[in-house]
């Protein structure tokens, strides 16, 4: 019967908490979907047959130069540049070095990160090779096979609705966790993007980095900072070292 913020302060003073905060609802702060490149003659010069890594300047920008695969940019359907000139902001060099990365590590299995976020798209073919997968539980499962917690966490877990089922498809969607999947571990050297940590199709031996899908959003429903705090405790439970959190959130 005490005041929240009253409660806070009083546990937070005590030498055996090291943080107190009171439960939350979140909300997703972004909207709209992830646009995906797709090949159409009319509308795109480029087609579902070409490595899409020219048009990634982020991970390795070679200039302008790359972009002349149709230099009249308003014909490409969706690109955000449109017709006009902005052939001073091409800068070769100017990215994440994905390149020099890439030379020094492609990506070891061992390695699971986790995207907090929406549900990744795991059937996906340019994931399908880079999930993290519990061999210990039962796919669909409702009930915890492996003694964990969690009832058929096979890729991970749907925090939200409290299931191993994770979902994508929801009409109010984005993508943005699939999309940020991509960016992390795609299947490098096929028909697609390219990826910071992915396996490669030109190096059968390199498997790259595991993605493990923890949900924290789907739809238009809101999560709480519960939801939250129990996907980054699973996930380092569950062999992850890495997070990755670039989903956007409002919140009380």
Not at 36 to 56: N, Y
Not at 176 to 200: K, Q, V
Request: aromatic share 10%.
């Amino acid at each position: 019967d005490e005041n929240v913020e009253d409660v806070v302060k009083k546990l937070s003073a005590l030498g055996e908490v090291q943080a107190a905060s009171p439960v939350r609802t979140i909300k997703k702060a972004y909207d709209g979907k992830v646009i995906p490149f797709r090949s159409s003659a009319s509308t795109r010069a480029i087609t579902a047959d070409q490595d899409l890594l020219p048009w990634q300047w982020n991970l390795k920008n070679n200039g302008y130069e790359a972009y002349t695969v149709n230099p009249d940019l308003s014909s490409i359907e969706g690109y955000p540049f449109g017709g006009r000139n902005y052939e001073t902001k091409f800068v070769q060099g100017d990215d994440v070095h994905w390149e020099q990365a890439r030379a020094l590590c492609q990506g070891d299995p061992s390695i699971i990160v986790a995207v907090l976020d929406e549900g990744v798209f795991l059937e996906h073919p340019d994931l399908v090779n880079s999930l993290w997968t519990n061999e210990d539980e039962v796919e669909y499962s409702n009930e915890d096979n492996d003694g964990n917690g969690y009832a058929g966490d096979v890729h991970g877990y749907d925090f939200l609705n409290d299931r191993g089922y994770i979902t994508w498809d929801d009409v109010k969607d984005t993508g943005h966790g699939t999309h940020c999947a991509g960016i992390i571990a795609a299947t490098n050297g096929n028909n697609g993007i390219s990826s910071i940590a992915g396996p490669d199709n030109t190096s059968p031996g390199n498997t790259g980095v595991r993605i493990m899908s923890c949900q924290i959003f789907s739809g238009n429903s809101a999560s709480t900072t519960v939801s939250l705090s129990r996907a980054i405790k699973y996930a380092a439970d569950n062999g992850a070292v890495v997070l990755q959190c670039s989903f956007g959130y409002t919140s009380g």
